[in-house]
């Protein structure tokens, strides 16, 4: 009996572990960053003169959207 309850807790374990990492229910969730916060965001040029534009300048020429993630660590 022993060796089917230590089965049938691994299987049960195995199934939650799989169940918890395919879902978000335990993260925090994130506030939208709204549109007047990205356009006074400062974009710095990774080209040799370093200069510094506002994010709305950027797309109201070109139409470009810049994307620039901050991971952790």
Known sequence: MGVWSLGLGAVGAAIVGIFFANTDLCLSKVAQASMDYL?????????EDGGVIKAKSLWEASGAVVMAVRRPG
């Open 39 to 47: 356009e006074d965001a400062d974009l710095q040029s990774t080209a």
